[in-house]
């Protein structure tokens, strides 16, 4: 960290990127491997799910022809390997380290973003479909609520542990 670079201020870059593409924040915390794996995988991915179709068509709201395009046995390994590679860059920064259980979030979100994709093929509201991708990112805030409510109730109720 170069002069005037808080530890917070590099989490935050970590994690923006992270949600850029999922490996660039282990590339940007030196873990090469690992980041490389995830932009592999993504790439994989996006590429077998049709997902980048998928975004284009669902931004110019052409939602039926984005659930025609969609390849769900894919695309539904996306949310965890997205999720997962926010989180796993945001911890190797330092993230989370004060916070018990800050993984909850994350985890919960993976979930409920898979649950919006398996559904979006089906789900209407009045009468529209809601498509693969903004179904699942309707259900984002849902994980994250449920994910941090989890996580304050075992704050309460779990016994601090003593080393």
């Not at 985890?107 to 693969?132: E, H, N, R």
């Given at each position: 960290?170069?002069?005037?670079?808080?530890?917070?201020?590099?989490?935050?870059?970590?994690?923006?990127?992270?949600?850029?593409?999922?490996?660039?924040?282990?590339?940007?915390?030196?873990?090469?491997?690992?980041?490389?794996?995830?932009?592999?995988?993504?790439?994989?991915?996006?590429?077998?799910?049709?997902?980048?179709?998928?975004?284009?068509?669902?931004?110019?709201?052409?939602?039926?022809?984005?659930?025609?395009?969609?390849?769900?046995?894919?695309?539904?390994?996306?949310?965890?390997?997205?999720?997962?590679?926010?989180?796993?860059?945001?911890?190797?920064?330092?993230?989370?380290?004060?916070?018990?259980?800050a993984y909850?979030?994350?985890?919960?979100?993976?979930?409920?973003?898979?649950?919006?994709?398996?559904?979006?093929?089906?789900f209407t509201?009045?009468?529209?479909?809601?498509?693969?991708?903004?179904?699942?990112?309707?259900?984002?805030?849902?994980?994250?609520?449920?994910?941090?409510?989890?996580?304050?109730?075992?704050?309460?109720?779990?016994?601090?542990?003593?080393?």
């Amino acid at each position: 960290m170069g002069i005037g670079y808080s530890k917070k201020s590099k989490q935050l870059e970590v994690l923006l990127w992270s949600i850029a593409l999922p490996g660039f924040g282990q590339l940007l915390n030196g873990k090469y491997i690992k980041g490389i794996l995830l932009v592999i995988s993504e790439l994989l991915v996006n590429v077998m799910g049709n997902f980048n179709k998928v975004i284009i068509l669902s931004f110019n709201l052409k939602i039926e022809e984005a659930i025609a395009e969609t390849n769900y046995m894919w695309l539904m390994f996306y949310p965890c390997l997205y999720f997962f590679s926010i989180w796993d860059a945001y911890k190797d920064a330092g993230g989370g380290e004060e916070k018990p259980f800050a993984y909850l979030p994350f985890v919960s979100s993976a979930y409920s973003v898979t649950i919006g994709l398996i559904f979006s093929s089906k789900f209407t509201f009045f009468g529209y479909f809601i498509g693969p991708l903004w179904l699942p990112v309707l259900f984002l805030p849902v994980g994250l609520g449920i994910g941090e409510s989890v996580r304050r109730l075992l704050l309460k109720y779990h016994p601090k542990e003593t080393f």
